[in-house]
């Protein structure tokens, strides 16, 4: 793999000659990996910045504040840029900025500096998505959801190995080591050049939208199509809550519940993490198979059986539902996403700005919301509470049938 280029096949002009660039969508899923683990290693230094510069949990909030209004609060308006001038070497500069946040936090001694390092890793974050997103759609030989599943699993990976980098490497050696992490961020620039040279060649032969994916749209009108724009933010909305929910505070569920050690909670943790993986890759052939809106339906809704027992059962079957939850629910994002993207073509960045920058801020503000919820109850109450949360999948319903290229199969 060459800096300048990546040996793919690129593109055809048109849609049914089109061939799947599978070293492209590993690229990326990789970078995609490897920006996340950076996102995660924000997190894994709280206590000690807490510990270093004396802050209080208010001033730990506005990091995260920070990290995620830049995360995911720019991603929807770098997205309608990219589209209307894509820029196939933003990539490399986004993972930049997550370069220079990393340096900057590994030496930070004052709070200020603390926050200008988040925002650097949060804009880094912002650029990616959108851009790679489009990337994976442009490599996916029509085979959409494939592709977009793909790409998502790395992010997938990137999360749940971060804190385990973080607990081997970062905790045991001090905030320094942090600046390791620099490495990463190379690895990633030096790959996303070569990206950046297969995408500048697949943008001159291939057009963001297909006159067929246009027809379809017109066939809906505005008004359907904002309305099924709006369906599929509430049921990531609902998604991700409840992700919120397992991923902040399952191991204090399970301390709770069930009196298990933290490392023992954690392996729990662990395994539910590699569930949503495996959902997200499942999710994205099955919805190229079948059609978005049927995995929307049932991936979503499908799930409120298992989250209603959850609450109510022994540790053993806890890890099985877990299991089972993870599976679903994460297989609904890549047809979430696909399917958007085909409500609005030529928007393709956008929609994955809007999505993936959505489901970052939803994370994050579940995640304060249930947290001060379990502090005025417990945390068995909320998870009785966000069981029902996957009821709003109903909404599905009401999403419009598709024709053209993204039509129910």
């Known amino acids: ?35 996340d683990i950076i996102q995660s290693l924000i997190l894994a230094i709280y206590p000690m910045l807490k510990t270093s510069l004396a802050l209080d949990f208010a001033q730990i909030g506005f990091i995260t504040f920070v990290f995620q209004a830049t995360a995911s609060v720019l991603q929807p308006f770098v997205g309608y840029i990219t589209d209307r001038y894509p820029t196939p070497y933003s990539l490399v500069a986004g993972m930049g900025s997550s370069l220079a946040g990393l340096l900057l936090i590994a030496y930070a001694t004052t709070y200020s500096s603390v926050l200008i390092a988040a925002a650097l890793i949060g804009m880094g974050s912002s650029v990616f998505h959108p851009e790679s997103s489009r990337v994976a759609r442009l490599a996916s030989g029509g085979k959409h959801g494939t592709a977009q599943a793909v790409f998502q699993v790395g992010g997938n990976f990137g999360t749940a190995l971060g804190p385990l980098l973080a607990a081997f490497i970062v905790l045991p050696y001090g905030q320094g080591s942090i600046a390791w992490f620099s490495l990463v961020a190379l690895l990633g ?23 067929e ?13 904002a309305k099924a724009i709006l369906i599929l933010v509430t049921l990531t909305f609902s998604k991700h809550f409840y992700l919120a929910s397992i991923a902040s505070f399952y191991i204090f569920y399970l301390m ?39 995995v929307i339906w049932w991936s979503i809704l499908g799930v409120l059986p298992f989250t209603l027992a ?13 299991v089972i939850i993870g599976v679903i629910l994460a297989s609904a994002h890549p047809a979430i996403i696909v399917y958007a993207q085909s409500l609005l ?34 945390i068995t109450f909320v998870y009785n509470v966000c069981a029902f949360l996957p009821a709003i999948g109903l909404l599905a319903a009401f999403l419009p049938e598709m024709s053209g290229p993204d039509s129910e199969a």
């Open 1 to 35: 793999m060459s800096p300048k280029t990546i040996s793919a096949p690129l593109p055809a002009s048109n849609g049914p000659a089109q061939k799947m660039a599978v070293t492209v969508l590993a690229a990326i899923s990789m970078c995609h990996m490897l920006n």
């Open 256 to 294: 709770h519940t069930f009196d298990l050690s933290v490392q023992s909670a954690q392996l729990y943790l662990f395994l539910f993490l590699g569930a949503v993986a495996a959902g997200t890759v499942i999710g994205g052939p099955i919805g190229d198979r079948i059609g978005r809106r049927r």
């Open 213 to 225: 994916e246009r027809e379809a749209i017109a066939a809906l009108g505005r008004r359907k199509v």
């Open 189 to 211: 620039m030096v790959i996303l050049a070569g990206v950046g040279g297969w995408y500048g060649k697949a943008l001159k032969l291939q057009p963001v939208a297909h006159p």
């Open 345 to 378: 073509p030529g928007r393709v960045g956008m929609v994955a700005g809007l999505f993936f920058g959505l489901a970052f801020g939803i994370a994050g503000i579940g995640a304060a919301l249930l947290g001060r919820l379990a502090d005025m109850t417990s």
């Open 310 to 322: 959850l609450p109510h059962v022994g540790l053993f079957a806890t890890a099985v539902l877990s």
